[in-house]
Each structure stands twice: as C-alpha cells, then as structure tokens.
C-alpha cells in the first residue's frame, strides 16, 4: 500500500506548481514576510504551521494573489503559479487568474446567506461567465459527491457547521482549480467534522489532483500533510517532509 500511494504521489506531483522567490510584505514599518522562498509541486498538499502573528495567513494571501507585495518589497522578489508570472499581471488578468486557476477555503466559510447552497456553489463558475446549465450541473454533482444531494437547495443558516464547510469546498473546486487555499479551514469545526474534512482534502487530491495550501493550527491535519512549513517571525524554518 505504501508503495501504492507513493507512486500515486510521483506521478501526480510531477512539475511544479509554485514558485515564490524572496517574498517580502511590510505594514508600514512593521516587516511581516521576510525574504520567503518556497516550492510546491503539482498535487502536493502542503501545511503551513506557525505561532499566531509569524505571517502564515499574509504569505498565504499572497501565494493566492488575494494580496499583493508593494512596489518596493517586489524588488528582486517573484511569484509563478501553473506557469504564469503573477506579478506580471494587471488587475483584470489577475482576477480572472484567479477566478480559473484557483479555490479559496476559509475558517467561516464566508457563503452568501441569502443564497442556497447550490446558487453559492454556482457563483465563481458564473463570474467565470460559463454557461448557466453546465455550471449548476457541475455544481450538482460536486455537492452529490460531497454527500449534500438532500441540502443543496437549503440556506447556510439551515446547514451545521460541517456541511457549510462542504459547501464551500464545492464552491472552491467549481472552475477545477489547479490549486486550493485553505486557512484555517477546520478551525469552527467540531473534532469528527474536521476530521472528516481533512480526509476530504486527500481523496481530492488522490482523485483529482489538485495542489493544497493549507494554514492551520491543527496539528493532526499538519502531521497528514506532505510538507509541513513551520513558519516563525515571517521566515520559513526548515521544511519538514512528512511523507
């Protein structure tokens, strides 16, 4: 089995899917990211572990081009994503990067409530000006896989905890990403429904092949993850693999 899953991991891992040389970000005076230099591979699902403050959600938000360094800390800095050179891109390309290439998980979900779960699903593939009927069937079949074929027409504040969260995870992956980005996602959740959706993170990779960010203070999930970063006072300490 082992055997198994580590040629699993080969194969689908072959390439890389970010690159980020010398990472900068500063508030002000206050130097959060510090010179950050990091590799993942295609299909990887990589943790990112850390004290609360040590930069694990900036680093993050930069890596999912949701923030960006400024002028003076992109010197010498670079940032590739499934190829493409993200600092090279002007708002409107970025965004529409975005929208294609990648899926965003966080703590609270952040679903629309006057929305159902299967119109908040739908949302990103409509952005993504893709047709009506194939969005809300691909929308239907992620949620029937994710085991929300009784809820899809249900709003969040009709849903627990665990199935918002799925909810989400089928918003993130309408467009097929090629990477998620989650922070925090299992931090609201309670121990079975995390531990549900950490087991959900693998078999979308084994399945599908996607590459996984993950920020977390979980442990347990960190431990499962291929890599774990640890990262403290906005430097990333030595990387730890764990496969």
């Excluded at 002007?90 to 006057?114: A, M, T, V």
């Excluded at 009927?133 to 992620?142: C, P």
């Amino acid at each position: 089995m082992f055997l198994i899953l580590f040629f699993l991991r080969y194969f689908v891992q072959i390439g890389i899917m970010i690159r980020a040389t010398s990472i900068n970000k500063h508030y002000g005076d206050l130097h959060v990211l510090k010179n950050v230099s990091l590799q993942i591979n295609k299909g990887e699902i990589v943790a990112i572990v850390g004290p609360s403050g040590a930069g694990k959600t900036t680093l993050l938000q930069i890596l999912g081009t949701l923030d960006l360094p400024s002028k003076n800390d992109k010197i010498n800095s670079s940032l590739e994503i499934h190829g493409e050179n993200i600092f090279s891109f002007k708002d409107k390309e970025l965004s529409k990067f975005r929208n294609l290439n990648l899926g965003f998980i966080f703590q609270f979900h952040q679903l629309l409530p006057e929305f159902t779960a299967l119109e908040n699903v739908c949302i990103p593939g409509f952005i993504a000006n893709k047709a009506k009927e194939e969005v809300m069937q691909e929308a239907i079949r992620l949620l029937t896989y994710l085991g929300l074929e009784d809820r899809m027409h249900h709003k969040p504040n009709e849903l627990s905890g665990g199935q918002q969260q799925r909810v989400a995870v089928a918003r993130a992956l309408i467009n097929n990403p090629a990477v998620i980005f989650a922070d925090e996602p299992s931090g609201n959740l309670d121990h079975i429904s995390a531990e549900n959706l950490h087991q959900l993170f693998f078999q979308l990779r084994n399945e599908f092949g996607q590459t996984f960010v993950i920020v977390t203070h979980n442990e347990e999930l960190a431990n499962m993850a291929d890599r774990k970063l640890v990262m403290i006072d906005g430097v990333l300490q030595n990387q730890e693999q764990t496969i």
